[in-house]
């Protein structure tokens, strides 16, 4: 039998989103969710789950019944000869990565983070970088689902398909996702190599940029020119760094913050902030190499709101330099550095924003420095404007202000997400007041 709490209070890991579930529970076993979902029905309550609470949003607050599914969290299978492995849905990141270096295998591409479950993270739609790499619900062969009548759904390209392609990017409304199988790839090391430039030179030269990397990013630090451009690459070498610890974390980090405070009551500092930082720790070339899973993901500092759209990729330089001339004639609005730029091949998952379309992502961010809000309201509806009209989809994982209306006009498919979401959960057990904004 499994026993819930009452009085739980859920943060988001930026804590700009929170909730008090009525209920909480940490099921250890199919049945166990199957329990919990047997009790809704009969209590009529609404369930979210919830992985790691990374979302800057409140895409996991509810206030019906909450599931965290810290405990199913094993590695199931692994198949050397395909080079697959299943894994409990409610294993994080951190905890795959060891085991599959065990197994002299990898993921072909992660997220910023790895405090992030496996099911979160497809869920989302979770993207890194790369324009021959899909967002990483691409790497899923199969997964199996509960559905809100307690029913299991073993879902792959040849079972279910329909079914699978939608729960690849699921937003939590379809089901619980009680595994998944990921292809992985042999395990292997990256070379990063970072070095300044400008915006005028990277985005004259994007495609002789994204032909030379495999993973391609960069970053641009609004009110300057600046870029840092940042290649990772496979390497033999063995890891080593040129990174300074000293340098990268006691300013990149605490007088990053502590200047950020200051310039909440002096608004005019961000310009200097973001230049003067670039100075200091983007200004010269850095190279790191380790395992891939080192090098992906990298510090996010402090707790911060954030953005992140994605456009077509032939609108990148367009859209950016909108960007950049909106913030120009708006002397007022203020933003933090970076804006981080990355790169998807398209997919055919109906609600990836990557959606039969190679995509740029624009990643804004406002960092709330010691907790404290910093105006970014005009800022967040600008970019809005300038990404709606580039065609963008926002990430599901970041808050943005879009509603059904605007999600018909993006996705072609969204209609046919919705005849399977409405078949797999007929009275809504799944939704919460983000998906209802979504779906009604
Ligand atoms: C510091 C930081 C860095 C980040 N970097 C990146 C990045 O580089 N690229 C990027 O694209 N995103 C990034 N994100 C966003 C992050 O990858 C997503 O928010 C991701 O969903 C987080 O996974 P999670 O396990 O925390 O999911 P949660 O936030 O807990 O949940 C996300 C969604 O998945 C659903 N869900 C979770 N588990 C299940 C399950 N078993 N069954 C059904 N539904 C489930 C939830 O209901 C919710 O709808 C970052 C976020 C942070 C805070």
Redesign the pocket.
Known sequence: MVHGHKGFQFQ???RTYGCCPEMYYQPASVEEVREVLALARQQKKRV?????????SD??CTEGFMIH?GKMNRVLQVDKEKKQVTVE??ILLTELHPQLDKHGLALSNL???SD??V???I??????TGIKHGILATQVVALTLMTADGAILECSESSHPEVFQAAQV???CL???LTVTLQCVPQFHLQETSFPSTLKEVLDNLDSHLKKSEYFRFLWFPHSENVSIIYQDHTNKPPSSSANWFWDYAFGFYLLEFLLWASTFLPCLVGWINRFFFWLLFNRKKENSDVSHKIFTYE?RFKQHVQ?WAIPREKTKEALLELKSMLEAHPKLVAHYPVEVRFTRGDNIPLSPCFQRDSCYMNIIMYRPYGKDVPRLDYWLAYETIMKKFEGRP?W??AHNCTRKDFEKMYPAFPKFCAIREKLDPTGMFLNSYLEKVFY
Do not use: F, R
Not at 48 to 56: C, F, L, R, Y
Not at 123 to 128: E, L, M
């Open positions: 988001n890991w930026a979210k789950v919830v992985g790691g609470g990374h979302s800057p895409i996991a599914m849905a409610g997220g910023a983070v992030v479950t099911a979160g993270v869920g989302s739609g979770t993207h890194n699921h937003l939590g089901g619980v996702v996010c992140d990430h994982a970041k």
